[in-house]
């Protein structure tokens, strides 16, 4: 078949060139018989149109000739370069699909000819192969990535349709299917933002902006890109949930405001009382009051910063725990007989239970005892006179715990996760009425946390309030110990 489409090729172009010559040979001729009739009577002029006429024809079969000389050199270029190798690859690929006959004969006439070929094909096929391969992995690769970020991405086309969104952007958006189209989604959010502003006037427009979705505060950051072209191509749109470090914004805020009210309020009371005794004129009894108020809040206030300190130690790492083995049932005895005082002087019937089967406990003994403390005089402080307040010391799941239970004034079931918070109070005018700083939780949870030890706290407002502290074993620990020995 394709030496069929040589000799066509071949033919065709030979009879296109001697009609070309032919047409123009005619053209020739006549011209020149035009001329011999203008001019007869003219002496000797036919004899010289006669001679230019046959060298004319003399000419025209002279360029046919060579003409059909290249015509036949080039289709034999052509036969031999081009239709003879297609041949062969054509009898290679019958070989392969199957054709047993046709490619035993064309083996056995010219194998090693097409081996030349076949090996090119083959070495690009293996190229473009390993190319594919390459480019599909990196499209994997890049889609996993996608995928499992913590930040939205959202890539638009330049008509504004979505051409790739992660599960993180559709759920910090809150983006339904029907949302395809930057309008759509940010319409919703109730942005005021230009696609095309920003694309094509990058340097006018803001690439970042921050938004509220629900209790959530994200931070959008819009990102032009360009096509192969380097013409505008789209938007890619990053979204990160900034939720956590605006809350620490927020404490740090509240924290410094807290700070500076605590300290204004005893500095305040302790100048006012200073100048009144600079003053004169007060009576002894007066004066001793004055004093004893002065001394009062100077206490407050050092205790105060002492707090601070600790919890900027703890904050910093500057604060580093021993652990030991201890009895901690004899540790609460020992913090219940120190406040035995305080529990007498508000008439409180406290008990203390300690059970015979409580392992030693591996822990910070002085870091524990400072929490047990805090937990204890919280219990006597918000307890009214005449109140209980039960103690018991047990093991459970290979932990120790400690319960204090009291039917105080209790917690409201909205405050309790807050009560670990900084300055925070559930009633400020009695706390510090009665000298607290609003530190002590904060710190409890500081130290237990440094201890692998958890707290909890189950309250109701007016009738009580139950706290489970629980801390590992010395058992606990040395099995941990053991398997982290084995793993490794």
Do not use: W
């Not at 109730?190 to 209790?215: C, F, H, P, W």
């Not at 990160?240 to 500076?260: C, N, P, Y």
């Not at 002085?366 to 219990?379: C, D, F, H, M, P």
């Not at 710190?443 to 909890?456: F, P, Q, V, Y």
């Amino acid at each position: 078949m394709l030496k069929n489409i040589q000799i066509k090729i071949v033919l065709i172009f030979m009879i296109l060139g001697m009609a070309i010559l032919a047409f123009l040979g005619i053209s020739f001729a006549s011209q020149l018989n035009d001329i011999s009739s203008s001019l007869s009577g003219v002496e000797n002029v036919s004899q010289i149109i006669e001679l230019q006429l046959e060298k004319t024809k003399i000419l025209t079969l002279t360029s046919i000739g060579v003409f059909g000389v290249i015509s036949a050199i080039i289709g034999a270029f052509i036969l031999k370069s081009i239709i003879a190798p297609m041949t062969k690859l054509i009898k290679h690929a019958e070989l392969i699909a199957g054709n047993e006959k046709t490619g035993e004969k064309y083996l056995s006439e010219d194998k090693n000819e097409v081996t030349g070929i076949t090996k090119a094909f083959g070495m690009i096929h293996d190229e473009l192969q390993e190319n594919l391969k390459e480019v599909s992995r990196q499209k994997k690769q890049i889609e996993t990535i996608l995928l499992h970020m913590t930040d939205g991405i959202i890539a638009f086309n330049i008509k504004g349709e979505i051409i790739h969104i992660n599960v993180a952007a559709k759920e910090l958006l809150e983006i339904s299917d029907s949302e395809d189209t930057f309008s759509k989604i940010f319409n919703k959010l109730g942005m005021d933002i230009n696609m095309e502003k920003i694309i094509y006037l990058e340097d006018m427009a803001s690439t970042e902006q921050r938004i509220e979705v629900g209790e959530k505060t994200l931070n959008l950051f819009f990102a032009p890109f360009k096509n192969e072209s380097e013409l505008p191509g789209g938007l890619i749109v990053v979204i990160q949930d900034i939720t956590g470090h605006v809350k620490l914004d927020t404490m740090r805020t509240e924290f410094v405001a807290d700070v500076s009210h605590e300290l204004k309020t005893p500095i305040t009371s302790i100048l006012g009382y200073a100048d009144t005794l600079l003053e004169g004129g007060c009576s002894e009894e007066d004066e001793k009051k004055f004093l004893e108020r002065i001394s009062t809040q100077a206490k407050r206030m050092s205790e105060l910063v002492s707090d601070l300190l600790t919890l900027s130690r703890y904050d910093t790492g500057m604060i580093i725990t021993e652990k030991t083995e201890f009895d901690l049932g004899e540790l609460v005895k020992s913090v219940y007989d120190s406040l035995s005082f305080e529990i007498e002087q508000k008439h409180h019937k406290a008990e203390c239970f300690v059970t015979a089967n409580v392992p030693p406990v591996y822990a910070d003994r002085s870091g524990i005892e400072r929490v047990v403390i805090n937990i204890l005089t919280n219990a006597i402080k918000y307890t009214k006179e005449g109140g209980y307040i039960k103690i018991y010391v047990g093991f459970v799941y290979n932990d120790a715990y400690i319960k204090i239970i009291d039917n105080g004034i209790g917690i409201a079931e909205d405050e309790i996760d807050k009560v670990f918070e900084r300055f925070y109070r559930v009633d400020k005018a009695r706390t510090r009425e009665m000298g607290g700083t609003g530190l002590g939780l904060s710190i409890a949870k500081e130290i237990l946390d440094k201890n692998d030890s958890k707290i909890d706290i189950k309250s109701e407002l007016g009738k009580g309030t139950e706290v489970v502290i629980r801390i590992p074993t010395k058992q606990k620990n040395d099995k941990v110990n053991n398997v982290t020995k084995e793993n490794l």
